[in-house]
């Protein structure tokens, strides 16, 4: 499967994005599709996944009720919604898919096979 990440940009603090993956190939259904993001000079960090199949969630703890990930299957794609950004948010962000990944292992990300380019979010303040 192949990936493509969109939706980056400048948005100012407190402020809202939405990124979106979307997947080429077949059975997309099921993947376990996820976002990581990677800050300047930090190491890149989980921050969201969507089961595959019954599209159970996933966020990382600094997330706190602030994103939203979502899938549509159809359209074989994957939102996340972003919401009351913060400077600490600037990243570029990548979704990346695993098939069938277990339930143990959506946080990590070498058990993910696919990788897209990533786009990136600066949040100003």
């Known amino acids: 499967v192949q990936l493509q990440a969109s939706g980056g940009g400048l948005v100012q603090a407190g402020g809202s994005r939405r990124l979106s993956c979307s997947a080429s190939?077949?059975?997309?259904?099921?993947?376990?599709v996820a976002w990581f993001r990677q800050a300047p000079g930090k190491a890149r960090e989980f921050v969201s996944a969507?089961?595959?199949?019954?599209?159970?969630?996933y966020y990382g703890d600094f997330v706190k009720g602030r994103f939203t990930i979502s899938r549509d299957n159809d359209k074989k794609m994957v939102y996340l919604q972003m919401n009351s950004l913060q400077p600490e948010d600037t990243a570029v962000y990548y979704c990346?898919?695993?098939?069938?990944?277990?339930?143990?292992?959506?946080?990590?990300?070498?058990?993910?096979?696919?990788w897209g380019q990533g786009t990136l979010v600066t949040v100003s303040s």
């Open positions: 990346a898919a695993a098939s069938f990944l277990h339930d143990d292992y959506y946080n990590t990300e070498r058990y993910y096979d696919y």
């Open positions: 969507v089961k595959y199949g019954v599209g159970t969630t």
């Open positions: 190939g077949r059975g997309f259904i099921n993947y376990t």
